[in-house]
C-alpha cells in the first residue's frame, strides 16, 4: 500500500462545474496534510494546507479532511481552464521530518 | 524575497558519471529537502537536511548524498549515474520545524542520463 494514494485521473471537468480530488493516507500520525499544484514543466506550488479535522475555504478553493477516514479532498469551485494541472496531495510527519506525496491526480477543465 | 534558487537548470550526463546539484534556500529557511520527480514514480523524497544535519533520508541508494552548508544551501550529489536516474530534481525549502511546515519548491534541476 503506498502512503499516500490519489487517483491519477486526468479527472475531466467543465468550465464553471466543481472538481472534486481526493486523497488517502496510510500513516495515522500523520499531522498536516498539503495541495500543491504543478503546471506541465513547472515546479509544485502550494494551494492549501490543512492540520485540523472539518473544512477550510481559501477562496474557491477547500480542503477537507476527515482523519478518522485517513481522507482528504480538495475542491475547486467555479474551475477554470487556468486550473488545468495536476494536483498533488502531501502528507506530512512531524517525527519523520519529511513529506510525503502522491503520484498526483491531472485535472483537465474543459471551456 | 528571493525564492528558491537551483542551479544547474539542466545537465546532460552519460552513465557513469557523476553530477551536483545546488539549491539555494529562501532567506530564513533552514530546511532544504531533496525529491526526485519522474513520470512514473511521481515526487519521491530523497533526504531533509537542517542545519547541516541529515535528519531524514528516502529509500534511495547510496550513490544518492547529500549535504548542506552553516548558510542552509544544500547540494546533492549522483554518483555512478544509470540511465534511470533521469529525473526532475527538485529542492524545496522551510523554516525547519520537518514535514509540518509548508515547503516552498525551486525550479528544479532537469538531468538526462545518457
Known sequence: QKEVEQNSGPLSVPEGAIASLNCTYSDRGSQSFFWYRQYSGKSPELIMFIYSNGDKEDGRFTAQLNKASQYVSLLIRDSQPSDSATYLCAVGNTGGFKTIFGAGTRLFVKA | ?114
Request: overall charge positive.
Open chain 2, 1 to 114: 524575497k528571493a525564492g528558491v534558487t537551483q542551479t544547474p537548470r539542466y545537465l546532460i550526463k552519460t552513465r557513469g558519471q557523476q553530477v551536483t546539484l545546488s539549491c539555494s534556500p529562501i532567506s530564513g529557511h533552514r530546511s532544504v529537502s531533496w525529491y526526485q520527480q519522474t513520470p512514473g514514480q511521481g515526487l519521491q523524497f530523497l533526504f531533509e537536511y537542517f542545519s547541516e544535519t541529515q535528519r531524514n533520508k528516502g529509500n534511495f541508494p547510496g550513490r544518492f548524498s547529500g549535504r548542506q552548508f552553516s548558510n542552509s544551501r544544500s547540494e546533492m550529489n549522483v554518483s555512478t549515474l544509470e540511465l534511470g536516474d533521469s529525473a526532475l530534481y527538485l529542492c524545496a525549502s522551510s523554516l525547519g520545524k520537518g514535514g509540518e511546515e509548508t515547503q516552498y519548491f525551486g525550479p528544479g534541476t532537469r538531468l538526462l542520463v545518457l
